[in-house]
């Protein structure tokens, strides 16, 4: 059946959540490192909602009560005694990971603007494509192939603009309350910044008040948007290996 591997932490701790297929969580120890397991479904482990949910639950509920290394999803060794040799192979890595993302969570903060219509949005705040706009509206569907380019890179131009406008703001705004940030392309047609950021526990009121601040010097075109708090799974690098895992 093999141990399914949720997560490494320092020390263990009440788990209400179970984990996958509803099996119970099993703590091991070995040389100052705690791990969670389960009994591994069989067969191959694929990532339906349910199963991700449920390996969620659980690094969720470690992370809210200690420092904790959250496992890839799909994580499998064969049995106590491999996992064993695991952590007798890679324990400096595995405490040195813990140590840095020690007392922290991960917060993910997004950027919008709150309009339907982007592009309408646009030609409202900027001239230049509002005229472009006009002449684009005035060919209709004969309107020129350069004219739509032209249109085209006026918008990303645009939105590059706005979003290292937004960047400076947020930076100078969040930057003294985390410890290490990411910034990633926004996910939706709208959205003009996104950030993942660790945050020690400690500092996620002042995180809020950071945000606050931050809003009060955008417009009311702007939303921003606050996920978490959440394992630190993208500050994590530790690359596990053992000839029987699984990922």
Known sequence: MGLYIYGFTDRTVDVTE??????EIVWHEFDG???ATSTAPEGTIRPRRKLLAAHQAVVTSLASQTDTLPAA?????EDEDQLASLIASERDAILTQLHRVGGCVEMTVGIAWDVENPFAHMMLIDDELKAIGAE???HGEEAPHQLKVTAGRRVERLLSDRHLYIAQLFDEAVAP???EATVRE???ETELFSCTLLVRRDDEGALDRALERLAGELDEDYIISVKGPFAPHSFVDLQLSFDAATA
Do not use: K
Not at 18 to 23: D, K, N, Q
């Open 186 to 188: 926004g996910a939706a």
């Open 73 to 77: 999803f799909g994580l499998v060794c």
């Open 18 to 23: 179970t984990g996958l297929e509803g099996a």
């Open 136 to 138: 684009l509206a005035e």
């Open 33 to 35: 490192v705690a791990i």
């Open 177 to 179: 309350v985390c410890q």
